[in-house]
């Protein structure tokens, strides 16, 4: 891939300390890819120094994950990997040519010259709400049918397949990844978990220093996932969690 069609873009937000331990992590491991790092500054009360642009007023996740989608869209940029400032790599480096060389291989080789991952991830060493992420050291990948969205990759022309990102009456974010990679699952295309390449996640970590901000963004991810998946929502993103096809090869 030409690295003018890449970007992972890291969106700060709270602690900057945490968006520089990830962004210098990245830094170290593939600087041959230095200049296809962004951090996007979501107008934190806490500005970080490197960011490459600060928005005028905080968007949260999928504003900002809809913000990025658009701008690098409109460079020609087909994979965007979009990062929470409160994760870590686990793994061994590198992690951008890593990634991206393993996603290749899933491509031409795991079900066949061309099948198309739609949205790609690494596997979480922890994960208290979505099992299907949970990392498996003895697996390669698994077929999923959800992704969180902690550390997605998307290619961009799967996600406008599935419509774009869905946030309009949810501007917290909370539930819009989910219905996200269900509907590029849908469009036909993979949603993938790389085992290989794993990553340290803290919960909440910004979202909990900001007052009321959980029970406000759970009320209206309540509402946004009733509305576009009925009120048996819960049931249906159970099985879906459930849903999980391991390969111990590429």
């Known amino acids: 891939m030409e690295t003018s069609q890449f970007a992972l873009v890291i969106l700060h937000y709270g602690n900057p300390a945490l968006t520089a331990r990830v962004h210098d992590q990245l830094l ?116 999923v049918a959800l992704i969180d969205g902690i550390a997605p990759m998307f290619d961009l022309a799967a996600l406008r397949a599935a419509g774009g990102v869905d946030c309009g009456d949810n501007p917290y974010g909370y539930g819009v990844d989910l219905i996200l990679s269900r ?27 900001v007052d009321g901000f959980m029970d406000t963004a759970a009320r209206v991810e309540a509402d946004y996932l009733a509305t576009r998946l009925g009120p048996r929502y819960q049931d249906e993103l159970t099985n879906w969690k459930l849903q999980r096809l391991d390969r111990d090869r590429l």
Request: net charge neutral; hydrophobic share 40%; proline share 8%.
């Open 28 to 143: 170290a491991a593939d600087l041959e890819w230095a200049e296809r790092i962004f951090v996007l500054d979501n107008a934190a009360p806490l500005p970080y120094e490197r960011a490459w642009r600060r928005l005028p007023q905080n968007i949260y996740w999928a504003g900002a994950l809809a913000y990025a989608v658009q701008v690098f869209g409109d460079m020609g940029v087909e994979k965007l990997w979009f990062l929470n400032n409160d994760i870590l790599f686990a793994s061994d480096p590198p992690y951008i040519g890593k990634a991206l060389a393993r996603l290749e291989r899933m491509e031409t080789s795991s079900r066949g010259p061309g099948t198309p991952v739609g949205c790609w991830a690494p596997a979480v060493l922890r994960s208290p709400y979505h099992p299907q992420m949970t990392a498996d050291p003895r697996l390669q990948m698994s077929e």
């Open 183 to 209: 509907r590029i699952a849908e469009a036909g295309y993979r949603l993938v978990v790389d085992h290989q390449v794993t990553i340290r996640h803290t919960y909440h970590s910004t979202a909990r220093t």
